[in-house]
């Protein structure tokens, strides 16, 4: 059974940073590329951030390029994201979710990540 | 404003089929059979129920079926049943330096 496990979320002031961690199972960690993708309260979702199977390739959101960095560490079956230069608009729950081809087949249950002062 | 456009709301009795649209542009839904849809119940993760415009993961019921003309892809769902509330969102591939693109979400009552 595949699954996506994330952690690493909470809450954090303004132009600070968290690491956000997904821990996969159940699947090939190292033949998918992986993305994140995140939901603002009461919004819709959002692209932000994928990396190739072997991690050698990142993508990146407009809204979030520059200040979060995606990696992956194969050994642990593991995907990151960094999140820097947090902002007030960057308050959502982050989804982990195994990219197949051009879609996300299996979703984490989300970590929640509150910018606030 | 998202890139992919949805209706806010749709709604149908039981039984009956609703069809949710999604457009985009010649550079996204128009430019590639790269159509996803995801079904999303309130407090839970998203859910694939339709890739590459019209084809179904194993498991998701036949009921739900995909298409695509043009620079509008639509997700249909036959059947309506009230297991079926939720929100829906459309996403395709896009030739942008954002990748990937979502539709705002549309929220499915069944009444």
């Known amino acids: 059974e595949v699954q996506l496990l994330e952690s690493g979320g909470g809450l954090v002031q303004p132009g600070g940073s968290l690491r956000l961690s997904c821990a996969a199972s159940g699947f090939t960690f190292s033949s998918y590329a992986m993305s994140w993708v995140r939901q603002a309260p009461g919004k819709g979702l959002e692209w932000v951030c994928s990396v190739s199977d072997s991690g050698g390739r990142t993508y990146y959101a407009d809204s979030v390029r520059g200040r979060f960095t995606i990696s992956r560490d194969n050994s642990k079956n593991t995907v990151y994201v960094q999140l820097n230069s947090l902002r007030v608009e960057d308050t959502a729950m982050y989804y982990c979710a195994r990219v197949v081809q051009h879609h996300r087949d299996y979703w984490g249950q989300g970590i929640l990540v509150t910018v606030s002062s | 404003q998202s890139a992919l456009t949805q209706p806010a709301s749709v709604s149908g009795s039981p039984g009956q089929s609703i069809t949710i649209s999604c457009t985009g542009t010649s550079s996204d839904v128009g430019a590639y059979n790269y159509v996803s849809w995801y079904q999303q119940h309130p407090g839970k993760a998203p859910k694939l129920m339709i890739y590459?415009?019209?084809n179904r993961p194993s498991g998701v019921s036949n009921r739900f079926s995909g298409s695509k003309s043009g620079n509008t892809a639509s997700l249909t769902i036959s059947g309506l049943q009230a297991e079926d509330e939720a929100d829906y969102y459309c996403?395709?591939?896009?030739?942008?330096?954002?990748?990937?693109?979502f539709g705002g979400g549309t929220k499915v009552t069944v009444l």
């Open positions: 590459d415009v019209s």
């Open positions: 996403s395709s591939f896009a030739s942008s330096s954002t990748l990937v693109l």
